[in-house]
């Protein structure tokens, strides 16, 4: 849910973010890093986030400042990411034995688990940030027409540098998550292909790929169908190797529904066939 997050301001603004897999895997390594060396949570939490950030900065300045297109700029820290990854972990797998930073995964408030209320106060507050004020509809501006959008009086590069920032830094809290919930820093697999899962959320979500309309509570809700089909797909004891299929099949029927003219061949079909032979 995070990462389908910020994926859904990036995708707004008509661009793609491939990077988010590697920069939680980079998160996650320097939270193992800071931890051991006996660093306070709150240091840990915020250095893998600023982490995030940074990665999302240099994804920011290829895009929006040299004008690379956003599958290339992306495409490089995602390659790039986990090799950073695992030379921060030296190629090993650390284990973290510390119960205040496993409770951020794991913990529970009120009989509740810490870690969905975290992601919702989230969601409630970029809702609030993109609805409430003119953030939201820079970004879609920019996402439809990015010339106009300049020719208007609108730092098009910032909004869409700033949306790359945005989907690191949700990335490094997800690092964080991730991290926490295995207790251990695993640089090889954590975040492996969760890019293609948030922006099958985002997708689900009736976010527009050509960018300039979002849906915030939209992707909550991809997100929330996907997982909930993945984690019931495990429990009936479908192999993992298999699961993708299911996966996809509803990205294409959500898909199709989504596309007018799909539906309008569709009510055809149907009047048709409800017409008397």
């Given at each position: 849910?995070?990462?389908?997050?910020?994926?859904?301001?990036?995708?707004?603004?008509?661009?793609?973010?491939?990077?988010?897999?590697?920069i939680v895997a980079i998160a996650g390594a320097v939270c193992a890093l800071l931890l051991r060396a006996g660093h306070g949570l709150a240091m840990t939490a915020a250095a893998a986030v600023g982490a995030g950030a940074v990665a999302g900065t240099a994804n920011g300045l290829l895009v929006a400042g040299l004008g690379v297109q956003p599958i290339v700029a992306t495409l490089i820290l995602m390659v790039a990411g986990r090799g950073v990854a695992q030379l921060i972990v030296d190629g090993q797998v650390i284990i973290i034995a510390n119960p205040a930073f496993e409770y951020l995964a794991n913990g529970f408030v009120f009989g509740l688990p810490f870690a969905p209320l975290l992601v919702g106060v989230f969601y409630v507050a970029a809702h609030f940030l993109l609805r409430r004020t003119a953030a939201g509809l820079f970004i879609e501006a920019v996402g439809d027409n990015e010339t106009a959008s300049r020719f208007a009086g609108l730092a098009a590069a910032r909004v869409k540098g700033l949306a790359y920032v945005f989907c690191g830094a949700c990335a490094g809290l997800t690092g964080i998550l991730t991290a926490a919930n295995i207790r251990a820093a695993d640089a090889h697999r954590a975040g492996e292909n969760a890019e293609l899962d948030a922006i099958f959320a985002v997708v689900v979500g009736g976010t527009a790929l050509t960018g300039g309309r979002f849906s915030i509570l939209g992707s909550f809700l991809g997100a929330l169908l996907i997982q909930t089909l993945t984690t019931t797909m495990y429990n009936l004891g479908v192999p993992p190797a298999v699961a993708p299929v299911p996966k996809a099949l509803l990205i294409i029927v959500v898909s199709l529904l989504q596309s007018e003219k799909f539906r309008v061949w569709a009510n055809g079909l149907w009047r048709k066939g409800g017409q008397p032979a």
């Open positions: 849910m995070l990462l389908a997050l910020g994926m859904t301001l990036v995708i707004a603004t008509g661009g793609v973010d491939l990077s988010v897999g590697s």
